[in-house]
């Protein structure tokens, strides 16, 4: 059984600048959720997808954007990139009606 | 809204002492409970979760938890911790919808040898 992945581990980018971020599920798991993690602080609920759908969207945005594919893998999709979008962006994976979710190791994101 | 409270931000102990991490949560309705680990520079792990039954909750490395619904808390316990402990631990509970999770600021645990 394959954990969640997530890649990059770490990017670097401008301000104005966009950004995409990948997320692979753990084996059988059809629903993703992203968070962003600033420095010091818990996880901040960003959208969740299930079955190609956004189920449920976090105090975020609308340049924060994402996708899920068929086989479950997601992205996150972020525009117009702010200094305070510097964060660690987890990806969980979990089954449908579950609260229970497996995280990935997480993209280091800085942007200057 | 559902929030959390890790009601301390550091907490040092001795190795091989006991340790209890505190949170608590605002909820009028059942939630579900749930602690995760983090170790530096990587995601999160699941130590334990409460989702019904038992109270006293037992999750991996040791860690248990016990439910208090009077009390809205979700304690973090070990008996024993030891210098892999350290790490940040976070308490999260089920949110309002879509099975999204409401997490606390963490607490880091810092052992001293």
């Known amino acids: 059984e394959t954990g969640v992945t997530q890649s990059p581990t770490h990017l670097i980018k401008t301000r104005g600048q966009q950004v995409t971020l990948r997320c692979s599920s753990q084996?059988?798991?059809?629903?993703v959720s992203w968070y962003q993690q600033a420095l010091g602080q818990g996880p901040q609920f960003i959208f969740q997808y299930y079955r190609e759908e956004e189920n449920g969207r976090g105090n975020f945005p609308p340049r924060f954007s994402g996708l899920q594919f068929p086989n479950y893998s997601s992205e996150l999709n972020v525009n117009a990139l702010e200094l305070d979008d510097s964060a660690l962006y987890l990806c969980?994976?979990?089954?449908?009606?579950?609260?229970?979710?497996?995280f990935g190791p997480g993209t280091r994101l800085t942007v200057t | 809204a559902q929030s959390v409270t890790q009601l301390d931000s550091q907490v040092p102990v001795f190795e091989e002492a006991p340790v209890e991490l505190r949170c608590n949560y605002s909820?009028?309705?059942?939630?579900?409970l749930f602690w995760y680990v983090q170790y530096p520079n990587q995601g999160l792990q699941l130590l334990l979760k409460y989702l019904s039954g038992s109270t006293l909750v037992k999750g991996i490395n040791g860690f248990e938890a016990e439910f208090n619904k009077s009390q809205t808390s979700f304690h973090l316990r070990k008996p024993s911790v030891h210098i892999s402990d350290t790490a940040e631990y976070f308490c999260?509970?089920?949110?309002?919808?879509?099975?999204?999770?409401?997490w606390g600021a963490g607490t880091k645990l810092i052992i001293k040898p």
């Open positions: 999260a509970v089920s949110g309002d919808s879509n099975y999204q999770l409401i």
């Open positions: 909820s009028s309705v059942s939630v579900y």
């Open positions: 969980a994976s979990s089954l449908a009606g579950s609260y229970e979710q497996y």
């Open positions: 084996s059988g798991h059809n629903t």
